[in-house]
Every structure is written in structure tokens, then in C-alpha cells.
């Protein structure tokens, strides 16, 4: 479900990120039990932080209490709240209807339109008018994905025109739906592999923006990634392009937010991608921490298998995660470019 967490999507290292962050979304997706008091707590509760050797989750209070916990008297994580019957409430009539107005919403639950604006979002992670889009967008996507034309997944998700589904997902990472349906057939290519001081990289462009940066690779590797375009050797229309791109490898620490790109991926692998570009430059984060970035986190593993789907290096920053473990982690062009680009852009470390 979109912007809702489940408790098979996460592991046990973002549940406990989800506990020191004291994070209210996770409330009702699992509880925290601590066996050195013998409670079990919501994710959320206000209590001092237990020792992480001391906790185990749980999916559910009766298994907490099945193991001989008790539950925690602070938070009560054995009662539903009347705030999360109401956002539960909200999100049931907004999968049936569609976008609801916040007076509607309001109505139906009988909280202020602004008060629960703030409930929805701090428990979802989205607005209700954001978490409608999101949800309206995946359904798109799972209906072509399903073989049903354009036109049909728009009009059954709920769009009443084209251009109301272009309208929502203007400015954002990805391709147009047309390219869920063909798998990029027909798209235009143009490419170069140049020499940069991290070694030969290959760059690609349609004319809406970079589709691929790799290292050590070349035509042969970029028809392997786009079976279906037309690829063309790039000419002297994409050098300014080109040229920016290769500006952002040599200093990854300076904004590249300018420079466009055309990616096409699943929805969740476009807001992986989307979290990784949110990383600042100097700045590292786990797997288990770039799932807690995202709305609706997903285990650590899923998160790292989107970031390998990742075509675009450096501008789409993957080299920014690394294992919650220590030392630099794996990277599709190998350690040594991505602790090279780390240094350069000032985290150094590892």
C-alpha cells in the first residue's frame, strides 16, 4: 500500500532506526520488546531509548505478551488509538473513492481540516492529497505492467484525461507511462565515452536527459541496458550537456541538481533513487537508514537491489550508501572509484 508500512518490508535494523527516532508511522506495525524491564512498547513511545542488546520486535502485542511481556502503561501499544482508527478510516475511503477533500476527510472523522492534515502526515508520511496521487500513480503502473493499453490504466486508476496524470508526475524521475508499455522502444540514444580522471565513462543522453553514466563500459554494455532505443553517436548537440556531466564526476561535491535526467524504473526504485539524491554530498547513509528516508520503507535488501538498478552514477549518488558495518560496500564500478568519489567530496572515512 502506498505511503503505509508493513511489517514483512522492514528488517530489523530499520525497526530499530524506526525506535530511536521515535518515529509515530511505525505505531501498529510492530512493538518493541524490551526483556530487561519486561515490556513491550509502541515505536513511538516517549520512554528513555532501552539498550539495543535488550530489545526484540514483535508483529503483534499478542506476541509480545505470548513471550511474558507486559505491556508498557506510557504508551499502551495494546490499545488502538482514536487518531489511528481515524487515519485508517481515511485511508479505506480514499482507496475506495479516490482524492477526498480535506473537508470531507474532516467530516468523516471529525477532526479539524488542519489538525488532521498534520495527523495524516505524521502517521502516513504523506498528505492525504499526496498519498491520493501516490496511490492513483501505482495503480497506473501495476495496470500496465499487466498489459492493459495507456488510455485504459490511466481512465481505471482514475485520471479523467491524459493530461492529468502528466500534470502529477511533472518534474519527477522517469519516463512517460507510453514507456511502461514498450519498454523504451523508439527512444533515442545518443552516447560518448570519455576520459575523465576516474578512468572512462561512458555517457547518455535522449533528448530529455542523462539515461546513463557508467565507468569502463561502451556501446556494446549501453545496447545490453536499452535493447529497444535507437542508439546514436553522440554529436556536438549534447556536448554542453556532456560537458556538465563530466564538471559533476570530476567534483561530486558541487550541486548537479541542473542537470537533467530521463530514468525509467518501478515506483519503488524511483523513490529509492529520488532518497539517494537527497543525501548531501559529505554525507553517507546505510540501508537500513536509506529505507527509514522513504515514505514506505522497504527491507535493507530491496533497497540495495534498487540502488544496483541504478544506470546513472554520481548523479544519482548509490556511492553514498554504504554498509551500516563499516568500509566502503560494493559499487558496480568497483571500491576504488566509489571511496575515490567519497574522499572527494569530503567524507573521507571509511
Known amino acids: 500500500m502506498v505511503g503505509m508500512i508493513h511489517i514483512h518490508e522492514i528488517d530489523d535494523e530499520a525497526r530499530w532506526l524506526a525506535v530511536q527516532a521515535k518515529d509515530r508511522r511505525y505505531d501498529g506495525i510492530f512493538v518493541t520488546g524490551v526483556h530487561s524491564t519486561g515490556i513491550y512498547c509502541r515505536p513511538s513511545c516517549p520512554a ?12 503483534k502485542p499478542a506476541d509480545a505478551e505470548e513471550a511474558g511481556l507486559r505491556a508498557c502503561k506510557r504508551c ?8 489511528e482508527a481515524c487515519v485508517l478510516a481515511a485511508i479505506a475511503a480514499i482507496q475506495r473513492q479516490g482524492a477526498m477533500t480535506l473537508d470531507q476527510l474532516a467530516d468523516l472523522t471529525g477532526y479539524s481540516p488542519t489538525h ?12 492525504p492529497a499526496s498519498f491520493a496521487r501516490a496511490l492513483r500513480e501505482e495503480r497506473v503502473r501495476d495496470a500496465l505492467e499487466t498489459g492493459a493499453s ?23 524521475l522517469g ?19 570519455i576520459d575523465t ?3 572512462s565513462m561512458l555517457v547518455a543522453a535522449t533528448e530529455k536527459g542523462v539515461c546513463c553514466l557508467s565507468f569502463e ?32 564526476v570530476e567534483e561530486p561535491s558541487s550541486d548537479n541538481s541542473h542537470i537533467p535526467l530521463d530514468v525509467k524504473g518501478t515506483a519503488f526504485q524511483q523513490r529509492c533513487w529520488n532518497a539517494l539524491r537527497e543525501i548531501p554530498a559529505g554525507e553517507t547513509r546505510s540501508y537500513g537508514e536509506q529505507a527509514a528516508m522513504l515514505g514506505n520503507p522497504k527491507a535493507s535488501r530491496a533497497v540495495g537491489s534498487a540502488n544496483g538498478a541504478n544506470n546513472i552514477a554520481v548523479l544519482i549518488p548509490c556511492h553514498r550508501v554504504v554498509p ?14 566509489k571511496a575515490e568519489l567519497l574522499k572527494r567530496e569530503g567524507g573521507g572515512l571509511l
Open 217 to 248: 563500459e561502451g556501446e556494446a554494455e549501453l545496447r545490453a541496458r536499452f535493447p529497444k532505443a535507437d542508439i546514436i553517436e553522440a554529436g556536438g548537440d549534447f556536448k554542453a550537456l556532456f560537458d556538465q556531466v563530466v564538471a559533476a
Open 175 to 193: 519516463m512517460q507511462a507510453s514507456d511502461w508499455a514498450n519498454g523504451g522502444e523508439g527512444r533515442r540514444v545518443h552516447w560518448s565515452v
Open 76 to 83: 499502551s501499544p495494546n490499545t488502538q488509538s482514536a487518531e
Open 116 to 127: 488532521f492534515q498534520r495527523l495524516f502526515k505524521r502517521t502516513v508520511g504523506l498528505s
Open 324 to 337: 551500516a558495518s563499516g568500509g566502503v560496500g560494493g559499487y558496480a564500478y568497483g571500491p576504488e572509484i
Open 48 to 59: 528513555r531509548l532501552p539498550l539495543r542488546k535488550n530489545v526484540k520486535f514483535y508483529a
Open 197 to 199: 580522471s576516474l578512468g
Open 150 to 172: 495507456v488510455t485504459e490504466a490511466l481512465y481505471e486508476a482514475g485520471y479523467s484525461a491524459p493530461s492529468r496524470f502528466y500534470a502529477d508526475i511533472k518534474g519527477r
